[in-house]
């Protein structure tokens, strides 16, 4: 798994559009207009993505109903996570103190 750890207003935003858009993956976001705004970023810069969708409909699994915002899930690659951390406290009623993340280790052949 990728992290992508950049200050506000310092590209994550557009890195993840990117890389959803090389790799058909679907961008998860913690609000409405969230998907909103990376849908007419996306557009912006000229990258074809799926409609981003958010972390509530990620986790009702609403992306698998048929032609739910047009997307088609047995295409997706894979699913960014635009704002992992907002995206995290939408779920919870208690604020989120503290994440841990494991670090993946590539040897190098």
Known sequence: MKVLYYSRGAGKTISLIRLASENNYLIVCPTQQDA????????AIGLQIHQPITIL??????????????????????????????????????????????KEVYEES
Not at 36 to 43: A, F, P, Y
């Open 57 to 102: 409909e990620f986790v009702e699994g609403e992306y698998y109903s048929p032609g739910f915002k047009g997307i088609v899930a047995n295409n997706i690659e894979g699913i960014v996570i635009d704002d992992v951390d907002k995206c995290l406290s939408r779920l919870s009623k208690l604020p989120i103190t503290a994440i841990s993340l494991t």
């Open 36 to 43: 909103d705004r990376i849908w007419q970023m996306s557009k």
